[in-house]
């Protein structure tokens, strides 16, 4: 199927307005534990059901995946990836780092993103060839030319099944970069993290994992506003990627460097982001 991304796009901002709505008016209600720290609210829930029926509705060709119930597999064509919430630690805790995420993925690689921030009032917007934006104005990433000079956030430490063995490669970057970034920040939501490098609000992005759901948005997004995304060694970066680096294009090559030295240090393995 051959569809213009940006044909899309106000159905994908007409779907995160429903979301929107629903984050902002209601309250977290109950929270189910998914794992160890780790964790959904009754809001998170409503959201994706009704991002679900709207886009089912409007684009009943195009597959679906949503982080708490699943979906459509990757790989099959076209299919919408819905963060409900992204940040819902911050959610609980009345932090207002934290919105929704809808982003198109055709194959392997996303071709428009929605991101809002409802306690924000900033909507991220981008289809691929098209150029991204922030409450309709155009946005582009920022113009840091060394790390000494770079504001770097890093994904949040891994927490469940295996996340003392998961988390060491995580520290030893955090080691790493406070050695040599201006600062360093936890967002605690990938569509933050990838629209505020979008934005020149911060440098780059370093995120050891690589959920659709998480980053579909986000890189595509990133791209249009002219950051560099790439995988753990320096590929472009794919839904399939291990790890998701958006940066400005001057500081890609440094970040690629610092990381190929701890890897080669042997700080990193190929299970990191599982």
């Known amino acids: ?6 044909s899309l796009l106000p159905i994908g901002e007409q779907a995160v307005q429903i979301a929107s709505e629903i984050i902002r008016t209601k309250a977290p209600g109950i929270v189910t534990a998914k794992g160890d720290r780790d964790m959904a609210t ?6 994706e059901h009704a991002v679900r029926e709207f886009l089912a509705r409007e684009t009943p060709e195009i597959g679906f995946l949503g ?6 597999r990757l790989g099959d064509g076209l299919m919408w990836a819905l963060d409900p919430v992204d940040g819902t630690a911050n959610f609980l805790h009345g932090i207002p780092l934290c919105g929704v ?7 392997d690689a996303p071709t428009l993103g929605v991101i809002d921030l409802p306690f924000l009032n900033l909507r991220y917007a981008a289809a691929e060839e098209a150029g991204a934006a922030v409450n309709g104005s155009a946005i582009q990433v920022g113009d840091a030319r060394d790390l000494r000079s770079a504001i770097v956030a890093i994904g949040d430490y ?21 050695g040599r970034v201006q600062r360093i920040r936890m967002f605690g939501s ?4 990838l629209a505020w490098v979008a934005h020149g609000r911060i440098d780059a992005a370093i995120m050891l994992s690589n959920n659709p759901w998480d980053t579909a948005a986000g890189v595509i997004i990133a791209r249009e506003a002219g950051a560099t995304v790439i995988d753990l060694d320096g590929s472009p970066h794919s839904m399939t990627a291990q790890a998701t680096i958006a940066a400005s294009p001057k500081l890609v090559a440094d970040l690629v460097e610092l ?3 701890a890897r080669k240090a042997g700080m990193f393995d190929r299970k990191i982001a599982e």
């Open 259 to 261: 990381i190929t030295e």
């Open 158 to 178: 891994a927490v469940g099944e295996n996340a003392e063995e998961r988390n060491r490669p995580r520290f030893a970057l955090t080691e790493e970069l406070a």
């Open 67 to 72: 982080e708490e119930e699943g979906g459509s």
């Open 190 to 193: 990938a569509a933050i993290d």
């Open 42 to 47: 009754e809001v998170d829930y409503a959201v």
């Open 101 to 107: 995420s809808l982003g198109l993925v055709d194959k």
């Open 1 to 6: 199927m051959t569809i213009d991304a940006r």
